[in-house]
């Protein structure tokens, strides 16, 4: 939809791991400016850090490839994020990232309401 700008998507590893059918949809894509940036942790992080299964065994690098993706670059510290990150911008695409990162130790805040709640008030606001 955008073929003139640099289209850059962030996911995390529990995510990919969910919907690991994204990967195939990538492959048939002709998306030259489209990048997907996973970010490996090994958590769920937005739900509370619980560990993603088969966390820092998966290799997601080796998962897009066999999906058919060619440009696949894995990023395992800053030094090598800093010798890649022009990469982002101008391979050719489709082109997959995996940054691995820490583990945050940090709890992650809960929300005051429950999500039932959250969604009938974020339902409300929009019709109206």
């Keep these: 939809a955008q073929p003139e700008r640099r289209v850059i998507c962030l996911n995390g590893d529990g995510s990919t791991l969910m919907c ?23 958590t769920y992080e937005v739900t509370g850090n619980q560990p993603v299964p088969g966390a820092g065994t998966v290799d997601f690098g080796g998962m897009a490839r066999a999906a058919g ?29 995996v940054w ?4 945050g130790e940090e709890p992650v805040p809960r929300p005051e309401r429950p999500i039932c709640e959250r969604s009938h008030a974020l339902r409300a606001a929009l019709v109206g």
């Design 100 to 103: 691995r990162l820490e583990r």
């Design 20 to 42: 690991l059918g994204s990967l195939v949809t990538f492959t048939q894509s002709t998306a030259p400016n489209y990048t997907l940036v996973i970010t490996e942790n090994g």
């Design 69 to 97: 993706l060619k440009t696949v670059y894995t990023i395992d510290d800053p030094a090598d994020f800093e010798a890649k990150l022009d990469l982002h911008f101008e391979s050719e695409g489709p082109a997959v990232f």
